[in-house]
């Protein structure tokens, strides 16, 4: 059974960071590209980054640019988003995601809070 399961979120301050984690189960987590979204309360699911395979290619929203560090340990099945300089727009329940057999697959989030 594909499955995606992210932790790290919390409550931080303006200005502060966090490290995000989402482990992939059920499929050769390796083969894939990985994409962490956002959706902060009233607006649209928006990417935030997404990673090759292999880890090489990255891609980044212009909102975090600067910021943000998506990666990978294709060894722990486990991609990650380090989040720095945080602003309180930065508040959202952050999603992995992956097409795996040619279907969307979604974890259940991960609420960040950036609040002073």
């Known amino acids: 059974q594909v499955q995606l399961v992210e932790s790290g979120g919390e409550l931080v301050q303006p200005g502060g960071s966090l490290r995000l984690s989402c482990v992939g189960f059920?499929?050769?987590?390796?083969?894939?590209?990985m994409r962490w979204y956002r959706q902060a309360p009233g607006k649209e699911r928006e990417l935030v980054a997404d990673?090759?395979?292999?880890?090489?290619?990255?891609n980044y929203a212009d909102s975090v640019k600067g910021r943000f560090t998506i990666s990978r340990d294709n060894a722990k099945n486990t991609v990650y988003l380090q989040m720095n300089s945080l602003k309180p727009e930065d508040t959202a329940v952050y999603l992995c995601?992956?097409?795996?057999?040619?279907?969307?697959?979604w974890g259940k989030g991960t609420l960040v809070t950036v609040s002073s």
């Open positions: 059920g499929f050769p987590f390796s083969n894939y590209v």
């Open positions: 990673i090759s395979s292999a880890g090489i290619i990255t």
């Open positions: 995601n992956a097409r795996v057999y040619n279907v969307q697959r």
